[in-house]
């Protein structure tokens, strides 16, 4: 696939993008997953630890969700 037509379909589906992306933070950060939530080796790893990732992916799946569902019924 080239560039034009990724960009082409999310373009057109990119309600439906936005949703799965949420989806897998929030099951990500329900689940604990390790490439999503370990801090160690990340460049602000002092700053936040594991428990605060796990909550800023879990709001930012929810908001991710709410938004996609909004527009996709307007």
């Given at each position: 696939m080239n560039a034009e037509k990724i960009t082409a379909f999310l373009q057109e589906n990119h309600n439906a993008v936005t949703l799965i992306?949420?989806?897998?933070?929030l099951i990500g950060a329900i689940m604990n997953w390790n490439w999503l939530c370990d801090p160690t080796g990340k460049p602000d790893s002092h700053r936040y630890?594991?428990?605060?990732?796990?909550?800023?992916f879990f709001l930012l799946g929810i908001?991710?969700?709410?938004?996609?569902?909004?527009?996709?019924?307007?």
């Open positions: 992306i949420g989806i897998v933070l630890g594991r428990g605060s990732r796990r909550v800023i908001v991710l969700i709410v938004v996609s569902i909004m527009f996709w019924l307007l």
